[in-house]
């Protein structure tokens, strides 16, 4: 207790008391809470939401872990709920584990609004903003199909269990697959949003199932880590990795032909959205959507050097 100005722990301090000032409608402070701060996803995402929140004169803090699981965002959303911040903005890493926190943060006026991820219990949100992951799935089955002319076993790296996004790519991609009489998959697996374990996964897989045609990476890491085990068992261009989203690397991997194609995302407008709507609903103008889904472009060899493609990678 040196030092009230840095002061962390909740108790009554200036920065504390400025967060709760809610009534001029000119001193709001929102946090970002990303799945994981170092991912070019969220820091996409980041920019969208500080663009936003310079534009409307609202302070938007950014603050994560560097592991997508709900142990590590719980001390980090509870911490910001003492803090009495106006809205929280977050990607949740689990649909349930985080509901409680959230939920009492509702209650206490604060505006939950998730970004990317969700929750199961959408009923105290005042927002949700995100991708169309089920369509990014079936899009991914298509892309795949195509690569393959439609026939040969395939295989899926998720990259978590339980996380919103992950598990609506994966029903999409399966239910779309199974329009292909001729495509199988072989292989469903978890990485657990790393690299490494996702092209040990497939180095696995490759060698059991010699004749795989294709790999679907239902994010980032799960596609640049199978996109790694492809080409080191020398099977590039034999076998298509299907990716997600649309960081530089995976960019490049198209390009050298690496990755067939890629489902990119708007993490920009996300962030950009879900700072307007929290503002729109602390400033009491409620016209704007409770639930937003983004489009996706299905990038390739094909379209990824167009001009229109390239506001779509990500920065990092
Ligand atoms: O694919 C994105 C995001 O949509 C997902 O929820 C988690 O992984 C990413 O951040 C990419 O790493």
Redesign the pocket.
Known sequence: SNNAGSSNSGQSSSSTASAKSTGDGKSYTMALVP?LTT?P??ITMNNGAQAEAKKLGVKLLFQGATAMTASDQLPVVNSLISQGVNALLV?PADANALTPPLKTAAQQGIKVVTV??SVSDTSFLTAAVTSNNYQGGEAAADALAKASNGKGEVAVIN?DKG?T?ADARRAGFMAEIKKYPGMKVVADEYCNNSETTADSDVSSILLAHPNLVGVFGT???AAVGSGQAVKSSGKAGQVNVIA??AEPEEIQDIKDGLIYGTVA?NPYQEGQLAVEYAYDSLTGKNTFPKSTQLENLVITKQNVNNSSTQNWIYAT
Do not use: E, I, M, P
């Open positions: 799945g991912d996803f969220y990607a990317d991820t990259f996380v996004t994010n980032l890491y997600y989203d995302q």
